[in-house]
């Protein structure tokens, strides 16, 4: 599986519990199946004021947390680090929701299960 520890029910999406980097950079590779550092860099630094060494940084934690899994390669100027997907999007997805429900279900059991329920039927 992939880890995280921090949720924020306030945020939307992949934000939920990764950083806005993090999760601008999972949605790149999602797109892509693979990609350098390099090629992140050159997508993400018109819109953010980063270097390339916080991109690799961040797919190097992205690995650390089993997201994504990277391979060395040859390339013009030598080794490279190739970066491909580990989890797709929707395991990552479920994964989530299913931590989240667990954590409510033990925590709040009879609350949740009602909760749940009543929006099961609203849906």
């Known amino acids: 599986m992939f880890g995280w520890t921090d949720y924020n029910p306030h945020r939307k999406g992949l934000?939920?519990?990764?950083?806005?980097?993090?999760?601008e950079v999972m949605t790149i590779i999602w797109r892509e199946n693979h990609a350098t550092a390099r090629t992140?860099?050159?997508?993400?630094?018109?819109k953010h004021s980063?270097?390339?060494?916080?991109?690799?940084?961040?797919?190097?934690?992205?690995?650390k947390r089993g997201l994504l899994k990277s391979s060395l390669s040859k390339g013009r100027g030598g080794l490279r680090y190739v970066y491909k997907v580990k989890i797709s999007r929707k395991?990552?997805?479920?994964?989530?929701?299913?931590?989240?429900?667990?954590?409510l279900l033990?925590?709040?059991?009879?609350?949740s299960k009602k909760?749940?329920?009543?929006k099961l039927r609203r849906a």
């Open 40 to 46: 992140v860099y050159t997508l993400l630094k018109s």
């Open 15 to 23: 934000r939920t519990v990764l950083s806005p980097l993090e999760s």
């Open 50 to 63: 980063i270097n390339r060494s916080r991109i690799n940084a961040i797919m190097n934690s992205l690995c």
């Open 106 to 111: 033990e925590s709040y059991e009879n609350t």
């Open 115 to 118: 909760l749940m329920q009543e």
């Open 91 to 103: 395991r990552f997805e479920q994964g989530v929701v299913d931590k989240v429900l667990d954590s």
